[in-house]
């Protein structure tokens, strides 16, 4: 349809109006009116593609006058393939290997993959994350037979690899995000001779939103490595399905009172009203020494509003040593 098709039609009104002649007015006007504003965006469109037509250059020109004052090295652009393979072959900033895969995302580069690859085992965490990102959107070359993935895999199970590389190996199956990774990260997670790797599978774990086919979640949270449990109980919280809640339990009894304070916290976050009470127990100052645990347990208590800890947690409001305890009582009285 052209332009010239939008017809105005002027609506005259002679002598006395009737009801009837105002009403066929007012859809009129208001038909004129949705009419001419068709009419003046179609002119408008014509009057652009024309501009463009005659100077394809003009059409950037608004751009142009935007960021004429910035260096064009800070503007965003896609990233080639070659400078995806530069960055990984060379000895650049971490940073500028981010930017380039970053603006490479959508980048289809076969031979990029071999390069991004190696990125998966390279010092700095991000750079790692970011390198499995990358990758997990490759349509070829990753989840093959032999490909990326299947190497990452061979690496985590091989005893005889690195620990950096095995633990790297599953960050990378976590960053994948990929459920066929569950399986190996879980064995990882309580079978690898290394607590750096046991604790990276334990992040992978979480990442994949899986507490492992058999529950090795909830079995890394007795870990003999203090890092390893504290990971495995943030990770209870953090995944859509925990059903280790006796593991957790038993964590409150834990040894070192930073995992003892992680564990109430994680437990007040689930609502898991098993645990109230050893939750009292642990806010009895003559029971448990750390007021840092004594006021986690108050606050879970009050998250799981379990009314029969009310009196327990009433008398740490006014009668414990600690004013950072009364302070957390008195908020989780607010709650029973």
């Known amino acids: 349809m052209a332009c010239s098709d939008f017809d105005v039609v002027t609506v005259e009104a002679e002598g006395k109006l009737s009801m009837s002649n105002v ?14 504003i068709a009419a003046m965006l179609c002119g408008l469109l014509l009057a652009g593609f024309a501009a463009a037509q005659e100077d394809p250059n003009r059409v950037y020109a608004g751009r142009s006058t935007v960021y004429q004052d910035l260096d064009s090295a800070s503007l965003e652009s896609t990233t080639t393939p070659d400078r995806i393979v530069e960055v990984t072959r060379s000895n650049v900033a971490p940073t500028e290997v981010w930017r380039a895969l970053e603006h490479g995302e959508k980048v289809e580069c076969l031979s990029c993959i071999p390069q991004v690859s190696k990125l998966l085992y390279n010092d700095n965490a991000r750079t790692r994350e970011i390198a ?18 299947d190497q990452t895999v061979r690496t985590l199970n091989d005893a005889t690899q690195p620990v950096s590389r095995r633990a790297a190996a599953a960050e990378a199956l976590g960053e994948f995000l990929t459920s066929a990774g569950v399986k190996h990260v879980a064995r ?81 976050q689930l609502r898991f009203v098993a645990a109230v009470p050893a939750l009292i127990a642990l806010l009895d100052a003559g029971n448990e020494g750390s007021a840092e645990v004594r006021s986690a347990a108050a606050a879970a208590l009050g998250f799981i509003g379990d009314a029969s800890a009310r009196a327990a947690v009433q008398m740490a409001s006014t009668s414990d040593p600690d004013r950072f305890v009364r302070n957390a009582a008195r908020f989780a009285l607010r709650r029973l």
Request: glycine share 10%; aromatic share 6%; no cysteine.
């Open 23 to 36: 009403s066929t007015l007012r859809l009129n006007t208001l038909g004129r009116i949705k009419v001419s």
């Open 132 to 149: 499995a990102w990358w990758l997990r959107r490759r349509i070829f070359g990753v989840f093959g037979p032999g490909q990326v993935y």
């Open 188 to 268: 990882a997670a309580i079978g690898d001779a290394s607590p750096v790797v046991r604790l990276s599978a334990v992040h992978a774990l979480q990442r994949l939103n899986s507490e492992g086919p058999a529950g090795e979640l909830a079995m890394a949270m007795g870990d003999a490595d203090e890092q390893v449990r504290l990971a495995a109980i943030t990770a209870a919280g953090r995944i859509n399905t925990f059903t280790g809640g006796a593991a957790l339990l038993d964590r409150l009894n834990d040894a070192s009172s930073t995992v003892r304070v992680r564990a109430a916290q994680i437990v007040g």
